[in-house]
């Protein structure tokens, strides 16, 4: 009984140490825009997010539309200030499917004359992992050489968020 539970505990150790190997390998390859102001701008936890969010939408009267709302243009300042504003909007592109949404912000740190783009695997919020169109962004590098690959560019922004 002895021997076969040291084989076992043997197995296990290998077994971890291969997955702890195989996940740090991986890790590395996944590039995520952490969030900058989460939990100052806006609450850092979802379901404290979530029912601010949703208060937010259920002060917006329902205002139907048969145009799919192709654009918005929406504040970026701490949510008690700008939630209610931005709301109107987002309820109203709410009820539409969307494959690819483009985000535009200013910057608050770098000055260009270029669009930067952030190249990675997902934008991490207090809501989950949003996943980035990367086919869609190397589509735009190569049509526009004024569009650019600069992360450094996102590593303190939050006009995005």
Do not use: W
């Not at 654009?71 to 949510?79: D, K, Q, R, T, V």
């Not at 499917?97 to 270029?114: D, E, G, Q, R, V």
């Not at 004024?146 to 992360?151: A, C, H, M, T, V």
Request: charged share 25%.
């Amino acid at each position: 009984m002895k021997k076969n539970l040291r084989k076992f505990l043997i197995a296990v150790f290998f077994i971890v140490i291969i997955l702890k190997f195989a996940l740090s390998v991986f890790a590395e390859d996944i590039l995520i825009k952490k969030p900058n102001v989460s939990g100052a701008f806006y609450p850092g936890d979802a379901a404290d997010l979530s029912t601010m969010i949703k208060s937010f939408f259920d002060n917006v009267s329902e205002a139907y539309t048969e145009e799919k709302v192709c654009a918005l243009i929406s504040p970026h300042a701490g949510y008690i200030y700008s939630g209610q504003a931005a709301a109107y909007g987002y309820k109203k592109a709410s009820k539409f499917k969307y494959k690819t949404i483009i985000i535009l912000s200013p910057t608050h740190y770098f000055k260009f004359n270029k669009a930067a783009v952030f190249k990675g695997d997902f934008f991490k919020t207090p809501l989950g992992d949003v996943p980035l169109d990367n086919d869609f962004i190397e589509e735009l590098i190569k049509q526009d050489k004024d569009i650019i690959e600069l992360n450094s560019v996102f590593e303190k922004e939050h006009a995005l968020e």
